[in-house]
Nanobody
Framework: QVQLVESGGGLVQAGGSLRLSCAAS????????MGWFRQAPGKERESVAA????????YYADSVTGRFAISRDKAKNTVYLQMNSLKPEDTAVYYC??????????????WGQGTQVTVSS
């Protein structure tokens, strides 16, 4: 059974940092692009960041560029999202995803259950 399990969410003050982790199990995702998406209440799910299967390419939404960093550890089958300088508007449920379809920066074959990130002002 393929699973993506996110962790690391929580409550943080504006300006703080969190690191999200997404651990994959059930298969190896070394040939998959991995991404993070988020969905705030009343809003559509949006792409936040993605990393190619090789790790050589990354993508960031304009709203998080310079503040967030995505990385992956193939040996651990895990992808991370380091979030710095958090803002109240970053509050959302964050989802991990994996995929091999085009476009690579919007993976959507497998999804995690989500982890809540709340940034207080």
């Amino acid at each position: 059974q393929v699973q993506l399990v996110e962790s690391g969410g929580g409550l943080v003050q504006a300006g703080g940092s969190l690191r999200l982790s997404c651990a994959a199990s059930g298969r190896t995702f070394s040939s998959y692009a991995m991404g993070w998406f988020r969905q705030a209440p009343g809003k559509e799910r949006e792409s936040v960041a993605a990393i190619s299967w090789s790790g050589g390419n990354t993508y960031y939404a304009d709203s998080v560029t310079g503040r967030f960093a995505i990385s992956r550890d193939k040996a651990k089958n895990t992808v991370y999202l380091q979030m710095n300088s958090l803002k109240p508007e970053d509050t959302a449920v964050y989802y991990c995803a994996a995929g091999r379809t085009s476009p690579w920066h919007l993976p959507n074959e497998y999804w995690g259950q989500g982890t809540q990130v709340t940034v207080s002002s």
